[in-house]
T-cell receptor
Framework: SAVISQKPSRDICQRGTSLTIQCQVD?????MFWYRQQPGQSLTLIAT?????????ESGFVIDKFPISRPNLTFSTLTVSNMSPEDSSIYLC????????????FGSGTRLTVV | DQQVKQNSPSLSVQEGRISILNCDYT??????FLWYKKYPAEGPTFLIS?????DKNEDGRFTVFLNKSAKHLSLHIVPSQPGDSAVYFC??????????FGQGTELSVKP
């Protein structure tokens, strides 16, 4: 199955600033997914990143707040823009484990604290 | 509206005993179910899955049971070990690859 390198692993940021999170996969994948886990809550999909096209955002998430880049089939970035304390969460990227599998591999996550 | 629910936020079990984690869902059209395990400071790790055409799937110490009439699935861990202490999520894949997660159950296995 794919191996994902995600960074940074954690960061503490000032409100009003932006943070870009990177995910590097060791194999080519068609779709990459970005999730958020707010404190004490479940994982929620932010958007699906497809190479060569704009990301598809879930209800409640907008491109201006969470711009995503997908320059090739092994890399993606998620930016959390104009941060507020409510953005303090764990952010995770994910890819399908292998073709036809319903299991997905996740990065180790980025723990973001906004102060 | 929560389509996948884990109503127990935490569970404490003695080492060697059985751990039973429960999950309920609302959509009878779901055709595959997944369990993930998550340690602190790590991403979720795929554990076991079950297709809706089955009622049981076993992998070593882990068994998942599916009761479609009750829209309920459970994960059994036997025997439980301290290393199993983690947060367990049930999840359902949907069209397009999106996973819908339950709220998670934090399992604590006491030595």
């Amino acid at each position: 199955s794919a191996v994902i390198s995600q960074k940074p692993s954690r960061d503490i940021c000032q409100r009003g600033t932006s943070l870009t999170i990177q995910c590097q996969v060791d194999s080519q994948v068609t779709m990459m997914f970005w999730y958020r886990q707010q404190p004490g809550q479940s994982l929620t999909l932010i958007a699906t990143a497809n190479q060569g096209s704009e990301a598809t955002y879930e209800s409640g998430f907008v491109i201006d707040k969470f711009p995503i880049s997908r320059p090739n089939l092994t890399f993606s970035t998620l930016t959390v823009s104009n941060m507020s304390p409510e953005d303090s969460s764990i952010y995770l990227c994910s890819v399908a484990r292998d073709r036809g599998s319903y299991g997905y591999t996740f990065g180790s996550g980025t723990r973001l604290t906004v102060v | 509206d929560q389509q996948v629910k884990q109503n127990s936020p935490s569970l404490s079990v003695q080492e060697g005993r059985i751990s039973i984690l429960n999950c309920d869902y609302t959509n009878s059209m779901f055709d595959y179910f997944l369990w993930y395990k998550k340690y602190p400071a790590e991403g979720p790790t795929f554990l076991i899955s079950i297709s809706s055409i089955k009622d049981k799937n076993e992998d070593g110490r882990f068994t998942v049971f599916l009761n479609k009439s009750a829209k309920h699935l459970s994960l059994h861990i036997v025997p439980s070990q301290p290393g199993d202490s983690a947060v367990y999520f049930c999840a359902v894949p949907t069209q397009g690859g999106k996973l819908i997660f339950g709220q998670g159950t934090e399992l604590s296995v006491k030595p």
